[in-house]
């Protein structure tokens, strides 16, 4: 199998689009509804760690099946660094200046050398009481936790039998229902919601992204060895998966079913046989998807030019300077990201891997 399925990319894009727009408008003045949707954007991380997992699973499954060597591990360390770290620590850095500057950034971040140094090491969310440069960095530092711990996980999903692997998975998820007993937020100063899945900083937000990580390995496992999830892939189950996630969007509480629910959705993409996935698959959702990564990590940092370009939009007589601030702030993002996947990411990846003989 090819190591990217145009509707998986496509359908990276598109969260990655949600969570800048969610960022962007939440604060919307009219429609109550999109505000909730909106803001409930962050759901779109959980999706970014079940595919991550199904990916890198698919990507690395030869590696599976042999005994686990130093040489292999390290090799896929180094694989992940080049893909990862460049462009994530460009971004960090400019939300230090711009912090350092008086500028600001989403947060505000603590600056003091302890906190940059975790940071750019990418282990700030592996320690109580640290937040990140770049407000959405905390998923990164899961993932690259979750990327550290993929041997251990590949024991227990991808090598035994494929009734191990399932209760392995079931594990997995008994852990992360057990974790949302305590309710993550139904909002800033709400109360608990049972299934909310909120959490962003340790220990919660581990729990959340290795056992949505180790979901993702144990799909491509199922996908792999289970012919029946074929099925999964028509437009019959698909098209009602995509309408029930959508509607999830507005109800907290069913974050852990919009977690189960991708599971299902990957699988359903990743065989590519129905006009969803082709939809998922065409040419501006897969754009958006070749620049996610780029995407995810700049709309922060750009997040300050919302103000001075509604404050333009207004002078040049805009009947709604808030609503054309905030397009016009995404079309830069979009565009300095296209700019950063181009000549920033994919050379500097060219590069490390050269340089790590990879």
């Known amino acids: 199998m090819r190591s990217e399925i145009r509707s998986l990319t496509g359908l990276r894009g598109l969260a990655a689009l949600w969570v800048m727009t969610g960022h962007y408008i939440r604060d919307t003045p009219t429609d109550l509804t999109l505000r909730y949707v909106v803001n409930h954007m962050y759901i779109a991380v959980d999706l970014f760690m079940v595919l991550s997992g199904f990916v890198l699973a698919m990507s690395y499954d030869a590696d599976f099946h042999v005994p686990l060597q130093t040489r292999r591990m390290w090799r896929f360390i180094l694989l992940r660094i080049a893909r990862i770290y460049p462009v994530y620590a460009l971004s960090c850095i400019a939300c230090l200046i711009l912090t350092a500057t008086g500028i600001g950034v989403w947060g505000p971040p603590d600056i003091s050398p302890y906190a940059v140094a975790l940071n750019l090491g990418m282990v700030q969310t592996w320690i109580a009481g640290h937040g990140s440069l770049n407000a959405v960095g905390w998923s990164i530092s899961t993932e690259w936790a979750a990327n550290l711990l993929i041997p251990l996980f590949g024991l227990l999903l991808m090598r035994p039998s494929l009734r191990v692997s399932t209760l392995g998975a079931a594990c997995a998820l008994a852990v992360l229902v057990a974790y949302a007993a305590y309710g993550g937020r139904g909002g800033p100063d709400a109360p608990p919601v049972f299934g909310a ?49 959508a509607a999830m969007t507005l109800n907290r509480a069913m974050d852990i079913y919009f977690v189960l629910a991708t599971c299902i959705a990957i699988v359903g993409f990743s065989h590519e046989r129905s006009f969803v996935a082709s939809a998922f698959a065409s040419l501006i959702p897969r754009w958006l998807g070749t620049i996610s990564f780029s995407l995810y990590l700049w709309h922060i940092p750009l997040l300050r030019l919302e103000p001075t370009l509604e404050d333009v939009t207004a002078y040049l007589g805009s009947p709604d300077p808030w609503l054309t601030g905030n397009l016009a702030t995404m079309a830069i993002v979009l565009g300095l990201s296209a700019v950063s996947y181009r000549w920033i990411e994919k050379p500097a990846q060219r590069r490390l891997r050269g340089a790590f003989g990879v």
């Open 197 to 245: 899945l909120t959490w962003y900083s340790y220990p919660g937000a581990l729990v959340r992204c290795l056992t949505e990580f180790m979901f993702g390995m144990f799909c491509w496992r199922l996908r792999r060895d289970a012919a029946w999830t074929v099925r999964f892939g028509s437009s019959i189950v698909l098209l009602p998966i995509v309408i029930a996630m």
